[in-house]
């Protein structure tokens, strides 16, 4: 049942890797499932590509070698759906 207090979303997932391969895949499983995510990878237009648009989706560039960029998507994931915990 999905948690009408969070905006609607089951859980908010954070998923590095997400425009392909296993990330990609545990995404749109998340999704198909009524749960947010957040789908972090380099090239944020090739998460849109692969998942497409949608309010429960947040793509995000981010190298995870990067500290400020981590710190920016986290930032970015709790303004949109206020929390993640996945």
């Known amino acids: 049942m999905a948690d009408i207090q969070h905006g609607g979303f089951k859980r908010v997932w954070f998923i590095t ?3 392909r391969g296993i990330g990609a895949l545990i995404a749109e499983a998340a999704l198909a499932d009524g749960n ?3 789908a972090a990878g380099r090239n944020a ?9 949608s309010a429960a989706l947040l793509p995000v ?4 070698t990067d500290e400020a960029q ?6 970015a994931a709790v303004e949109k759906f206020g929390r993640i915990e996945c």
């Open 17 to 19: 890797g997400a425009s």
């Open 36 to 38: 947010a995510v957040v």
């Open 45 to 53: 237009s090739a998460i849109v590509e692969r998942l497409g648009e």
């Open 61 to 64: 560039a981010l190298d995870v």
């Open 70 to 75: 981590a710190k920016a998507a986290v930032r």
